[in-house]
């Protein structure tokens, strides 16, 4: 028999089936690497405490992803978290390792969330993606400039999904401020303030005790990329900050991760940095190639808490934009402080408060960029050039002089003793 001829129906049928296969975006359907829009994401942790443990619960109510396993190298952190796990989904599936590459072999592991120590947040978020695991690092995502660079290298090489956990770009507060510069409302922008803890500079050991069993805390682990030295309990319950073998640009990084993030963001300068870093007792005086200057404060002892222009109720992490017509000011409470006062009328009334450690919205755009493989709002080339600028003022402090970079090839122009400051050695803690 002859084959009847196609009905305007069938036509119409096929059509839009044919148009749907052909624009339906890939990762809806879980190809090219990317979790299909009804599977959950699974996620494990490398590196579970205090920090890590106030990011995952902002992480645990999202309905389409789930934490599935935990790395650590002392196990009452390990226990410690898979209690926290299993309590919220009511069963005891968490699954637990010391050695965090046998959770990267696992194949049904999507994501990692890493919140280690400093000295491990690259050589682990490396790792990760080179297991193609897309990465939420916590800050600073890079202990040295050649880190940072050779991180955001592996990210765009494997094509894999990085969030920095500088979590203000995704406050609104602070995204308020960045947009009033941005909108003309300061006028031209001359002149931005970052604030930091004052920087420190320690080379001393804890002294030795007798080392713990590996099951109880895997010094090797703990150590890893950082030179070796004696065990000390303390160091593993938070006291290896400001020692220089295991911090980022002498605890400069701390909150400069964040506000000086905050300040090239507001410079629209995601793609370059400040081109010099002049230190003085109480600050970093940095200038970018348009004329911008970037004054980065130590708020810390031993020069008081707060510096004469920051307003002391709006938290941590404040920053400062100055224009020839106003300037907008605000923190971690929430607040924003603007001037003339014609300005801070222009604020919305009864806007909701959220705190600057909140991380909901910036882990929420992590998630949701997995799916659409679309850059985070703190991607791995945001995240190269503010941590940069950080470690770049910080080697100038260490110093003690003027130093000058070039934001194409990230050197420092005709000094080599600052260029020889760009990286460390790494230990090769694999072997031991």
């Known amino acids: 028999m002859n084959k009847p001829a196609s009905t305007r129906r069938d036509f119409l049928t096929t059509g839009i089936a044919a148009t749907a296969a052909a624009y339906v975006p890939s990762h809806v359907l879980g190809r090219d690497g990317a979790t299909a829009a009804g599977e959950k994401i699974s996620f494990g942790i490398i590196g579970i405490g205090p920090r890590c443990t106030y990011d995952v619960k902002a992480m645990l109510p999202f309905g389409d992803v789930r934490c599935v396993a935990i790395a650590d190298v002392q196990a009452s952190r390990r226990d410690a978290g898979k209690k926290l796990i299993d309590d919220h989904y009511g069963n005891d599936d968490c699954v637990l390792y010391r050695d965090f590459r046998e959770l990267l072999d696992r194949k049904d592991i999507d994501a990692v969330l890493i919140a280690t120590g400093d000295r491990w947040h690259g050589a682990a978020s490396m790792l990760a993606a080179e297991a193609g695991k897309d990465v939420y690092s916590e800050k600073p995502c890079g202990i040295t400039i050649a880190t940072c660079q050779e991180l955001a290298d592996t990210m765009h090489r494997e094509k894999r999904v990085f969030q920095a956990g500088t979590q203000r770009r995704s406050v609104p507060n602070f995204q308020k401020a960045v947009e009033w510069v941005h ?156 001037l003339p006062e014609s300005l801070q009328k222009q604020l919305p009334a009864g806007t909701k408060r959220v705190r600057g450690l909140d991380v909901t919205a910036h882990s929420r755009d992590f998630f949701d960029c997995i799916r659409t493989r679309k850059p985070t709002a703190a991607n791995p080339d945001v995240m190269r050039r503010s941590h940069i600028a950080c470690h770049a003022a910080a080697i100038a402090w260490i110093l003690n002089r003027k130093l000058k970079l070039d934001p194409v090839t990230e050197r420092f122009i005709d000094d080599a003793e600052a260029n020889r400051l760009r990286s460390r050695p790494s230990r090769d803690w694999a072997a031991t």
């Open 183 to 338: 909108s003309g409302k300061l006028g031209k922008l001359h002149t931005m303030h970052a604030s930091v803890y004052f920087p420190t500079l320690d080379n001393t050991w804890l002294p030795a005790q007798p080392m713990p069993a590996r099951e109880v805390v895997d010094w090797n682990m703990w150590l890893g990329p950082a030179a070796w030295r004696p065990f000390n309990q303390a160091y593993c319950n938070g006291r290896w900050r400001g020692h220089w073998d295991f911090d980022s640009g002498a605890r400069l990084l701390d909150w400069g991760a964040h506000t000086v993030d905050l300040c090239q963001w507001a410079n629209q300068a995601d793609d370059t940095m400040p081109i010099e870093y002049a230190p003085t007792e109480k600050n970093i005086v940095c200038r970018y190639a348009n004329g911008v200057k970037l004054i980065i404060d130590f708020l810390a002892e031993p020069f008081g808490n707060r510096a004469p222009h920051y307003v002391t109720r709006l938290g941590t992490c404040p920053v400062r934009f100055v224009g020839d017509e106003g300037s907008v000011e605000t923190g971690d409470s929430g607040e924003i402080v603007a």
